[in-house]
Structure formats: structure tokens, C-alpha cells
């Protein structure tokens, strides 16, 4: 394909006169320079996806708001009621991860999908988590999508988090409260 794509700017570019040769030139280095660009920010971003899951797995409630703008969203849409809606702003975000981490003996949240979106300041992520809970109770795993909206900054403006809630109550032993 890319050859194809070669071939076809040669001949173009040798049918064009030295003024539409030069235009031509340009455009093509300017769309490098995007794609370089938007390649970088996209590397950035996944880079903070993964920091803000060593995060969790170190619990590190600061280094976790780090990551976040001011006026971030932190939000789990399938909650059902029994679990927290999310936060807003860092410091609630903070508040959020803060009080969660004495209650576990450890987590992990192993990444099996990261991708960029065509918009970098988007990543989708696909991963699972895993929950050692206090006093030999067993564990709690469960699967996860999530999206990361980013702001020019590099911060994290929104975090969507997509869980079954149904084996999160499960695992929480909280099945009965679901109506």
C-alpha cells in the first residue's frame, strides 16, 4: 500500500509544474510534521494511562490526582447505585482513591488493550483488575474498558470507568442490594 502510495505521488509530482511541485512539497512536510506531532502526544497520553495504573498499584492517591486537570470528571456510568458515581474536580479524585487503599492487601490492573484514538487526546483502554481483599477474603477480579480524555497539557480531563456490576457486588458481597 505505502508503495502504491509512493508510485502515485512520483507521478503527480512529475506531471506538476515547479510551483505546484514546491506547494506539493510543503503540503507533504507539513503533514509529516503533524503526524510526527500527533504521534508524540499520543505516546505522551499512553504513557500517563499507564502511570495512572501504577498509580492505583502503588496506592499513591496523590500521584493519581497528579495526573488529573483541576476541573477533571472521574466517571463509572454502571455505579448501579452501590458502588460511588465518581468525583469531580482533583482533589475530590483524590478523595476518591485516598480512603480506598486501606481497605485492599493489593491490586493490580493488568492492561491487555491500549490504544489512541484518531484524536490522541483520547486513549482507550481494555484491561482487568485483580483485588486481594484484607484478611485472606479471597479475590476480586473483574474486567475493564475505559477512556482517558486529555486536555494540551498532557492532564487528564475525564476518566471513564466501565465495569459488570454485577460481579462487582458479587465480589463485594453486596449482590443483595442490587433491586
Keep these: 500500500m505505502r508503495q502504491l502510495l509512493i508510485l502515485f505521488l512520483m507521478i503527480l509530482i512529475s506531471s506538476c509544474t515547479n510551483s505546484d511541485t514546491e ?3 510543503t503540503e507533504m512536510q507539513q503533514l509529516k510534521e503533524t503526524h510526527k506531532m500527533t504521534t508524540e502526544i499520543a505516546i505522551n497520553n499512553k504513557a500517563s494511562v499507564k502511570a495512572f495504573f501504577k498509580a492505583l498499584e502503588d496506592e499513591n492517591a496523590d500521584a493519581i490526582a497528579n495526573l488529573f486537570a483541576e ?3 472521574h466517571i463509572n456510568p454502571y455505579h448501579s447505585g452501590l458502588f460511588p458515581e465518581g ?4 482533589e475530590a479524585i ?3 482513591w485516598a480512603p480506598v487503599f486501606p481497605n485492599f492487601d493489593s491490586m493490580t490492573f493488568p492492561i491487555e488493550e491500549l490504544y489512541a484514538m484518531e484524536d490522541p487526546n483520547m486513549v482507550f483502554v481494555k484491561y ?6 484484607k484478611n485472606n477474603a479471597g479475590v476480586y477480579s ?5 477512556t482517558f480524555k486529555f486536555n494540551s497539557e498532557g492532564k ?3 476518566y471513564v470507568e466501565i465495569f459488570n456490576p454485577i460481579v462487582a457486588a458479587r465480589g463485594f458481597g453486596l449482590i443483595d442490594k442490587i433491586k
Excluded: F, V, W
Excluded at 468525583?87 to 482533583?90: E, F, I, P, Q, Y
Excluded at 473483574?142 to 475505559?146: A, E, G, L, M, T
Design 128 to 133: 482487568s483488575g485483580h483485588i486481594k481483599l
Design 23 to 25: 506547494k506539493l512539497q
Design 142 to 146: 473483574n474486567d475493564y474498558y475505559s
Design 156 to 158: 487528564i480531563t475525564e
Design 94 to 96: 483524590k478523595s476518591y
Design 87 to 90: 468525583a469531580n474536580g482533583k
Design 71 to 73: 476541573d477533571a470528571q
